[in-house]
């Protein structure tokens, strides 16, 4: 019989050029890149040995007997494993996020093993093939074992893929898939034209199906860089782990580059980029480095985290605050560092990547360094954080935040007429928290915003409350964050809450700090006048921690103006900041606004409090913050005396 094998050969060709490629792609020596070498490499040799048999059987006087029967075992072993591979690659696509498959590998692979002694029993059973020593090649009566074991892993890769569908994108089911069907349009082809020799080359359409659409190092690599991206760094991370495998990773943040984009134009910047990336990468090997962010490159270190790491990142702190030279610019980059290591920082990637990150922006934030080295302290205190996070979350989705208040005595009368509404966690899965902690937490993540509206809420209840009781009460006091004025709509939906509880508009007092004032000067002079134009008043909190002066206190509508307690305590102790309370309520006063006091402790303050002619005070001295049923038994009781 001639067999045609120019089909063979064509595809001989693009496997070697699809497989040049592709080895610059499997960046990640997981087990599904691995097996997909092994698919290459299997195919490979069935396809060489197949047109190397097909040659010497066709030319038997060319070449020795012995050979002849050598090439056509290995193709006879070659040719199954083609299925198996692509099968075992199908495997480890699905269970690549969940572990790998060793016993499943073990067990499935047993038919192939008994094929394999099968082969290697041939030469004296010749039940698959012989050849004479004229050359001639007779088929044996199992011959149909080669297809079948072929075909078997084939079907049983397209079973895996229909069994653990739910674990797989129905893009890469549709892919997987391919090779089975490939294969069996091949049965057909080959019944119609039984000398053309196919099954080689529908692996090789099969492989460059795969890799277009698995392996392609475009899902890989960064195109700007050419570096590994952030996904093949998340990967090697979880191969890492897996495999319990020390390694510390070392991340460069560059800080302000879109200044850089913006002073000399993306194209530069990105050449800039490039420039770092290559200085990175030379220092670098032999170890990893990923493009990580936009303008941040991961170093992947394999070993402990020891000291020897420190001068490495000294020395990469040294060239960063050096200029950088390309085309013809010239500027220095600044830049951050953050490092962590597995398993002395964190034991999974996400720990490991929270780290990172919370190292980079603490050196950010940091004055007197650049670098951050993520201990078990630090990351202790981001699990907290993330825990703290969860239960803001979780009393925000609940409006179940309590509110206490703390009552404000009038000197005018000796009434406490008003009080100071606070925000407080007095129980949580990890215990009581308090304000210093979840209030900036609060702030960060932007919950602060529906909070203060919660809280605004249980105000107007609180205030209700004590109407229907006919207590005397001018009303409460709600803090605003600096956040509440970047609402489009703020003045509206306060309004909205206030008029949903009835509450009469003159009894709600909004606080702000110096520092709101400072930053968003105009947004609080439009709050404020609409809200006077309602009836509700402003205070301004804090005065005197350095934002605010008296010239902003007189553009911005207020009604009060509360003293820092740092004052109060600085004027027991210095008779220039004495002299400066009393003239600053005198000032404030003319102005036609109500001073308070507050951090009032003792009664040494109470009284330079009351000689400077301050209208409110506030203080433990008079009471602490008290949940709700006791603030109001104690204003209650307070207006009987």
């Not at 606004?593 to 001295?621: M, P, W």
Request: charged content about 20%; glycine content about 6%; hydrophobic content about 45%.
């Amino acid at each position: 019989m001639q067999w045609n094998i120019v089909a063979e050969c064509i595809s001989g060709i693009n496997l070697i050029i699809i497989w040049f490629y592709s080895r610059k792609s499997n960046l990640v020596p997981s087990l599904r890149n691995r097996l997909f070498q092994f698919c290459f490499l299997v195919t490979f040799c069935a396809m060489s040995f197949n047109i190397a048999s097909t040659i010497m059987i066709a030319y038997p006087d060319k070449f020795p007997y012995l050979l002849n029967w050598l090439v056509t075992t290995v193709y006879f072993v070659a040719t199954p494993l083609m299925g198996m591979a692509y099968f075992f690659y199908t495997l480890a696509t699905v269970f690549e996020n969940r572990g790998n498959p060793p016993k499943i590998l073990a067990w499935t692979a047993l038919p192939g093993g008994i094929y394999f002694l099968l082969v290697l029993w041939n030469p004296f059973s010749k039940v698959l093939f012989s050849i004479s020593k004229e050359g001639a090649y007779t088929r044996g009566p199992l011959i149909s074992l080669t297809y079948v074991i072929f075909y078997l892993y084939g079907v049983a890769a397209m079973v895996a893929v229909v069994v653990w569908r739910k674990y797989m994108e129905r893009a890469i089911r549709r892919i997987l898939a391919i090779f089975p069907m490939i294969a069996l349009v091949v049965i057909v082809v080959q019944q119609l034209y039984p000398t053309v020799i196919l099954s080689d080359s529908a692996a090789t359409c099969a492989l460059l199906i795969i890799y277009l659409y698995l392996q392609n190092k475009q899902n890989s690599v960064d195109y700007l860089t050419g570096l590994p991206n952030r996904q093949e760094f998340l990967k090697m991370m979880e191969l890492l782990i897996g495999r319990s495998k020390y390694f510390n990773i070392t991340v460069l943040s560059l800080r302000g580059f879109k200044r850089i984009n913006d002073t000399y134009g993306q194209h530069t910047g990105d050449l800039l980029l490039q420039e770092i990336a290559s200085y990175l990468k030379g220092i670098s090997e032999p170890h990893c480095l990923y493009r990580f962010s936009g303008d941040e490159f991961a170093i992947l270190s394999y070993g402990p985290l020891d000291a020897g790491i420190g001068t490495k990142v000294e020395k990469l702190e040294q060239r960063m605050q050096q200029a950088w030279t390309w085309e013809e610019n010239n500027c220095v980059v600044p830049a951050v560092i953050g490092v962590v290591g597995y398993p002395e920082c964190a034991n999974t990637v996400e720990d490991l990547i929270s780290g990172i990150e919370y190292s980079v922006s603490m050196a950010k934030g940091a004055s007197g360094t650049n670098v951050y080295f993520c201990g078990p302290e630090m990351l202790d205190s981001l699990h907290r954080r993330r825990e703290i996070v969860e239960i803001l979350e979780e009393n925000l989705k609940n409006n179940s935040f309590s509110v206490f208040y703390q009552p404000i005595i009038s000197t005018s009368t000796g009434k406490y007429t008003v009080a100071e509404s606070l925000l407080r966690i007095p129980d949580s899965p990890i215990g009581p928290l308090y304000p210093n902690e979840f209030i900036p937490i609060a702030e960060e993540t932007g919950m602060i915003v529906e909070i203060t509206y919660q809280i605004l809420d249980k105000v107007c209840g609180f205030i209700n409350r004590l109407s229907r009781e006919n207590i005397e009460f001018d009303g409460v006091h709600v803090n605003f964050s600096g956040r509440q004025f970047s609402q489009i709509g703020l003045a509206e939906k306060v309004a909205e809450i206030i008029e949903k509880n009835h509450t009469p508009f003159s009894r709600i007092k909004i606080e702000i700090t110096e520092s709101i004032l400072a930053e968003n000067a105009e947004a609080v002079e439009e709050f404020s006048l609409e809200m006077q134009k309602r009836g509700v008043l402003i205070e301004l909190d804090d005065f005197g921690t350095g934002y605010s002066n008296i010239v902003s206190v007189m553009n911005t509508p207020l009604d009060t103006v509360k003293l820092d307690k740092s004052l109060i305590w600085s004027a027991m102790e210095k008779r220039e900041t004495a002299a400066m309370v009393k003239s600053l309520s005198i000032v404030f006063h003319e102005m036609g606004l109500q001073v308070l006091a507050e951090g009032v402790e003792n009664e040494e303050q109470e009284t330079f409090v009351k000689s400077c002619g301050i209208d409110y005070i506030q203080g433990f001295y008079f009471s602490r913050p008290l949940p709700e049923e006791e603030a109001f038994s104690f204003i209650k009781n307070a207006q009987s005396l």
